[in-house]
Protein backbone atom coordinates (compact mmCIF):
# COMPACT_ATOMS: atom_id res chain seq x y z
CA UNK A 1 0.00 0.00 0.00
CA UNK A 2 1.11 3.50 -0.89
CA UNK A 3 2.15 5.82 1.69
CA UNK A 4 -0.56 8.49 0.67
CA UNK A 5 -3.07 5.60 0.55
CA UNK A 6 -2.54 4.53 4.18
CA UNK A 7 -2.09 8.33 5.39
CA UNK A 8 -5.71 9.23 4.04
CA UNK A 9 -7.19 5.76 5.32
CA UNK A 10 -6.01 6.42 8.85
CA UNK A 11 -7.23 10.25 8.71
CA UNK A 12 -11.20 8.82 7.35
CA UNK A 13 -11.08 6.18 10.34
CA UNK A 14 -10.32 9.04 12.92
CA UNK A 15 -13.17 10.78 11.80
CA UNK A 16 -15.21 11.00 15.23
CA UNK A 17 -19.29 10.35 14.87
CA UNK A 18 -20.76 13.89 14.24
CA UNK A 19 -17.79 15.21 12.72
CA UNK A 20 -16.84 15.21 8.71
CA UNK A 21 -14.25 16.07 6.40
CA UNK A 22 -13.59 17.23 2.79
CA UNK A 23 -11.52 15.52 0.49
CA UNK A 24 -9.83 18.75 0.39
CA UNK A 25 -9.01 18.69 3.85
CA UNK A 26 -7.94 14.98 3.99
CA UNK A 27 -5.50 15.26 1.02
CA UNK A 28 -3.67 17.75 2.26
CA UNK A 29 -3.37 16.61 5.91
CA UNK A 30 -2.17 12.71 3.69
CA UNK A 31 0.29 15.15 1.90
CA UNK A 32 -1.23 16.26 -0.99
CA UNK A 33 -2.62 19.86 -1.93
CA UNK A 34 -4.37 18.74 -4.69
CA UNK A 35 -5.29 15.06 -3.67
CA UNK A 36 -9.04 15.38 -3.80
CA UNK A 37 -9.56 13.17 -6.40
CA UNK A 38 -7.29 10.30 -5.02
CA UNK A 39 -9.24 10.53 -1.73
CA UNK A 40 -12.15 10.11 -3.39
CA UNK A 41 -10.72 6.69 -5.71
CA UNK A 42 -9.50 5.39 -2.32
CA UNK A 43 -12.72 5.92 -0.71
CA UNK A 44 -14.44 3.85 -3.77
CA UNK A 45 -11.93 1.05 -4.07
CA UNK A 46 -10.99 0.82 0.33
CA UNK A 47 -14.17 1.80 2.45
CA UNK A 48 -15.63 -1.94 2.39
CA UNK A 49 -12.02 -3.41 3.03
CA UNK A 50 -11.52 -0.97 6.07
CA UNK A 51 -14.54 -0.50 6.98
CA UNK A 52 -14.03 3.17 6.69
CA UNK A 53 -16.73 5.61 7.56
CA UNK A 54 -17.17 7.06 4.45
CA UNK A 55 -19.99 9.05 5.41
CA UNK A 56 -18.61 11.29 7.03
CA UNK A 57 -16.61 12.95 3.98
CA UNK A 58 -18.35 15.77 2.04
CA UNK A 59 -17.11 18.23 -1.01
CA UNK A 60 -15.29 21.13 0.13
CA UNK A 61 -18.58 23.12 0.13
CA UNK A 62 -20.20 20.79 2.92
CA UNK A 63 -22.40 18.94 0.34
CA UNK A 64 -22.40 15.53 -0.57
CA UNK A 65 -21.05 14.78 -3.53
CA UNK A 66 -22.40 10.98 -4.31
CA UNK A 67 -24.76 11.48 -7.31
CA UNK A 68 -26.69 8.12 -7.67
CA UNK A 69 -29.95 9.02 -5.54
CA UNK A 70 -29.61 5.28 -3.61
CA UNK A 71 -25.95 6.65 -1.90
CA UNK A 72 -26.95 10.20 -1.74
CA UNK A 73 -29.98 8.95 0.90
CA UNK A 74 -27.72 6.30 2.46
CA UNK A 75 -25.02 8.96 3.52
CA UNK A 76 -27.63 11.63 4.61
CA UNK A 77 -29.53 8.65 6.82
CA UNK A 78 -26.34 8.23 7.89
CA UNK A 79 -25.16 11.40 8.92
CA UNK A 80 -28.50 12.68 10.40
CA UNK A 81 -28.32 9.33 12.53
CA UNK A 82 -24.92 10.99 14.02
CA UNK A 83 -26.45 14.17 14.95
CA UNK A 84 -25.86 15.74 11.71
CA UNK A 85 -28.35 18.36 10.74
CA UNK A 86 -28.57 18.14 6.44
CA UNK A 87 -30.29 20.60 4.19
CA UNK A 88 -33.19 19.34 1.66
CA UNK A 89 -30.48 20.13 -0.69
CA UNK A 90 -27.44 17.80 1.00
CA UNK A 91 -25.42 20.85 2.25
CA UNK A 92 -24.39 20.57 6.14
CA UNK A 93 -23.00 23.32 8.39
CA UNK A 94 -19.07 23.00 8.00
CA UNK A 95 -18.33 25.03 10.68
CA UNK A 96 -20.03 23.43 13.07
CA UNK A 97 -19.58 20.00 11.52
CA UNK A 98 -15.88 19.77 10.55
CA UNK A 99 -13.55 17.83 11.97
CA UNK A 100 -10.17 19.67 12.70
CA UNK A 101 -7.70 17.14 13.86
CA UNK A 102 -3.77 18.29 14.21
CA UNK A 103 -1.34 16.77 12.56
CA UNK A 104 0.52 15.66 15.66
CA UNK A 105 -3.26 13.60 16.93
CA UNK A 106 -2.97 11.53 13.69
CA UNK A 107 0.90 10.98 13.23
CA UNK A 108 0.60 7.95 15.60
CA UNK A 109 -1.32 5.70 13.00
CA UNK A 110 1.41 6.35 10.92
CA UNK A 111 4.10 4.33 12.87
CA UNK A 112 5.05 2.15 9.70
CA UNK A 113 5.35 4.75 7.15
CA UNK A 114 8.77 6.11 6.43
CA UNK A 115 9.68 9.10 7.93
CA UNK A 116 11.45 11.17 5.64
CA UNK A 117 7.52 10.57 3.76
CA UNK A 118 6.24 12.07 6.97
CA UNK A 119 8.50 15.04 6.86
CA UNK A 120 7.96 15.73 3.57
CA UNK A 121 4.09 15.90 3.86
CA UNK A 122 4.80 18.35 6.74
Do not use: C
Given at each position: ?93 LAKYRFNPAPADIMGAWDNIDPDD ?5
Amino acid sequence: MQPFTKRVIEIIKSIPAGAVMSYGQIAELAGSRRGARQVVRILHTQSSIHQLPWHRVVNAQGEIAIQSEEGNMEQRSRLEEEGIEVSVQGKLDLAKYRFNPAPADIMGAWDNIDPDDVDQML
